[in-house]
């Protein structure tokens, strides 16, 4: 389960959770593991820059056909894994077994069906943005159409509700009585507190302070409470010090405490195996809409997908259904802050290097003793340190393409989007409407692109409207 440093994650990896210092020998394989209090290092990974609107390694046909994703289990590429302590792996493995048994089971797929489809009101609309394509076409007026994947239209007004309906409903049948989750600016907190109230199940929602006192979270926090009122209190919201990082940190520690009786819903494709597995399984429901709906509209698929990335969660639900198919784009936008070069931002696979965090390999941002840095994006959502592993595997691939979008470009995205089309988008998503500038001019006339819009901005209106007014 654990690959070839099966030593190492067994013994020393339980200052992942703990924070205790440690030191052992340094990794052969040319990576670094990184936690919060603890340097377990190696020899730096070099990375490189993605240069513009174009992809740095194409992904072979050989590489399609031996699905390496899918070879071992929890594994993508040298990416994954379950680094955690042994007394996890038992409750990790009957997760597992309870994901692969209900992927199978008509009946639970049919409740699930039940529930995106009554409860959560899919499936959400591939809406044709008229004038925001009107506005990227050239004096000849030709340029791409643009689609909007509207999870925005979805119960708690954002794609994570889809995961976490599907996840409550498994810790139910598991017979655990309390679920654990971590959130940043707020919408995966809102989403799991939803469905613990429908289900009945007590939930606490870790959340960081920094991101508590965020205009974009203080009405998802008031949501968070009102549930739990709903519910006999059985629903409780945690300020952690710090931000998302810390508060994933802390529910984790508050699921290892109490293994028997409690439930960690990770609400994005990081951790340990099943966790980024189960996660992209439930929200690949996007992406088959999408390639069901595309048929419908144009008899095709589309030539472009792009998605915000922080962590990786809405990306991979749009990406997945397409990533044997080559000729389809598959791009994803990172935060840029205030600039790559600024040391605030969220650019983890165009800044970050190879290590360990929660519980499993992939690209994070640290410094040179390998100690965690603090991301930044006006984007809550977007403000994670690290990124799922499968989507470090689509980069060192070359099947997605990754770029980045600033603080400023995405702000514009927001309100250009509000004006053209009536529509609020998350500032997490704005990040991938802003790259629309830089590929427009580089696509064929009438070429289709989806664009997830993965939540509503009504959360985000204040923030906006605070950015204006400070000097840039």
């Known amino acids: 389960m654990l690959g070839t440093h099966n030593h190492i994650a067994c013994n020393n990896i339980q200052t992942l959770f703990l924070q205790r210092k440690i030191s052992i020998r340094p990794f052969t394989s040319k990576t670094r593991i990184s936690t919060a209090a603890s340097v377990i290092s190696g020899s730096s ?7 513009p609107l174009s992809m740095e390694k194409p992904l072979s046909k050989a590489l399609l056909e031996t699905d390496v994703w899918k070879v071992i289990p929890g594994k993508f590429g040298r990416f994954g894994g379950k680094y ?15 994901f692969n048994f209900v992927l199978q089971d008509t009946a639970f797929q049919e409740e699930l069906s039940t529930a995106l489809r009554e409860y959560v009101g899919r499936e959400t609309p591939l809406y044709f943005a008229e004038r925001l394509t009107n506005h990227y076409k050239d004096e000849n007026g030709e340029g791409p159409e643009i689609y909007l994947k509207r999870e925005d239209l979805n119960h708690m007004g954002a794609h994570k509700i889809n995961n976490a309906i599907a996840q409550v409903m498994i810790a139910k049948r598991m017979g655990r009585k309390s679920v654990v989750a971590a959130t940043g600016a707020g919408q995966h907190g809102v989403a799991t507190a939803a469905a613990c109230a429908k289900l009945g199940l007590e939930c606490t929602v870790y959340m960081g302070t920094d991101d508590t006192e965020k205009q ?15 519910v006999n209190h059985r629903i409780t919201v945690k300020g952690v010090n710090g931000s998302f990082k810390d508060a994933s940190s802390e529910a984790i520690r508050g699921w290892v405490g109490d293994l028997e009786r409690s439930y960690y819903l990770c609400g994005t494709v990081v951790g340990p195996h099943p966790c980024p597995s189960m996660v992209r399984e439930f929200q690949s429901v996007i ?12 008899g095709g698929q589309p030539e472009v997908l792009i998605a915000c990335v922080g962590s990786g969660s809405n990306a991979l639900g749009l990406f997945n259904e397409f990533i044997k198919d080559e000729e389809v784009r ?5 935060a840029a802050g205030f600039g790559l ?21 992939t690209y994070l941002l640290q410094d040179e003793e390998g100690q965690i840095l603090g991301p930044h994006s006006i984007g809550v959502g977007l403000e994670y340190p690290g990124v799922g592993p499968e989507i470090s595997f689509l980069k ?9 979008a600033t603080d400023h470009e995405a702000v514009d995205a927001y309100k250009r989007l509000c004006r053209l089309e009536g529509i609020f988008p998350a500032l997490e998503a704005s990040h991938a409407l802003a790259f629309l500038d830089k590929l427009c001019p580089t696509l064929a006339n009438g070429a289709k692109v989806v664009v997830n819009c993965s939540g509503h901005g009504y959360k985000d209106a204040a923030t906006v409207f605070n950015y204006q007014q400070q000097p840039q």
């Not at 979270?217 to 409470?225: A, E, I, Q, Y």
């Not at 992406?287 to 144009?298: L, N, V």
């Not at 070069?341 to 390999?361: C, K, N, P």
């Open 216 to 230: 974009s979270s203080k009405s998802n926090v008031l949501l968070m409470n009102l549930l739990g009122a709903q």
């Open 84 to 98: 955690v302590p042994e007394t996890l792996i038992t409750s990790l493995k009957q997760l597992e077994n309870e």
């Open 396 to 404: 060192d691939s070359g099947r997605a393409e990754f770029y980045t």
């Open 330 to 334: 598959l791009i994803g936008v990172e």
């Open 45 to 51: 990974v070099t990375h490189k820059t993605w240069s």
């Open 341 to 361: 070069d600024s040391g605030r931002h969220s650019a983890t696979l165009s800044r970050g290097e190879v290590g360990v965090y929660h519980g499993a390999m």
């Open 287 to 298: 992406g088959k809409e999408t390639r069901r709906q595309a048929m419908e509209k144009w």
